[in-house]
């Protein structure tokens, strides 16, 4: 697994509610990415951070924001959950080698109701 | 990666025989695949990956083949085992994402291995 944990795996929250999920590396990486999984979508990138304080945005980042104060944890807000972000949140980072595959953590559950 | 549709394509094999599943990439750009095996309720763990200066790839119980003419990737198990029982997609990304090397991902392939 990485060494990636994912906290919570499980949230039930209510329409306009802030969220923050947490995703812990313990390996140091400098990659770390954010995507949701949705039925018929495959995963789908939020936003990545290349380093402390170092973060872009990905190909569905509207209505998230992301923060990286230190190494091993990258952030995931929504500043005001809506249903359409229901969805399974997967964190992963990558190796700083020659290869470029990305390793997922358990991920997160999410419903906004 | 794979086109994007509601439902996943499905393969159901008997244990034992060899499984095929396929995923057509769209990127002429890509230069690097990735398959990907998926348990329900689990992330996506890494199988075997392949670069595109290669056409073919073998790992334990498992070979990647790249035919980039066409733009096909497919991944075959051998001797397919209960435990095989997962979602299997692609993923590729190409040298221009820069050096965060985003990847696209397929939809994914349901494979059911049958007792």
């Known amino acids: 697994d990485a060494g990636i944990t994912q906290s919570p795996r499980h949230k039930v929250t209510e329409t306009g509610t802030p969220v923050t999920l947490r995703c812990h590396q313990t390996e140091n990486h400098r990659y770390m990415y954010w995507y949701r999984q949705d039925p018929g979508h495959g995963l789908r990138l939020i936003h990545y951070s290349y380093g402390v304080k170092d973060t872009d945005k990905g190909e569905v980042s509207d209505g998230y924001s992301v923060s990286r104060s230190k190494t091993e944890d990258f952030l995931l807000t929504l500043e005001s959950a809506t249903s359409s972000q229901t969805s399974v949140y997967f964190c992963?980072?990558?190796?700083?080698?020659?290869?470029?595959?990305?390793?997922f953590g358990p991920g997160t559950r999410l419903t906004v109701l | 990666g794979e086109s994007v549709g509601l439902h996943l394509p499905t393969l159901s094999v008997q244990e034992g025989d060899n499984s095929i599943i396929n995923c057509a990439y769209s990127?002429?750009?890509?230069?690097?695949f990735i398959w990907y095996k998926q348990e329900s309720g689990k992330g996506p763990q890494f199988i075997i990956d392949?670069?595109?200066?290669?056409d073919k790839r073998q790992g334990q119980r498992v070979t990647v083949l790249l035919n980039k003419t066409v733009k096909h990737l497919s991944l075959q198990i051998a001797a397919t085992q209960p435990g095989d029982s997962a979602v299997y997609f692609c993923a590729d990304t190409e040298i221009s994402s820069g050096s965060a090397r985003q990847l696209t991902f397929g939809s994914g392939t349901q494979l059911t291995v049958l007792p």
């Open positions: 990127n002429s750009a890509s230069d690097y």
């Open positions: 992963a980072i990558r190796f700083e080698t020659s290869r470029d595959t990305q390793y």
């Open positions: 392949i670069r595109s200066n290669m």
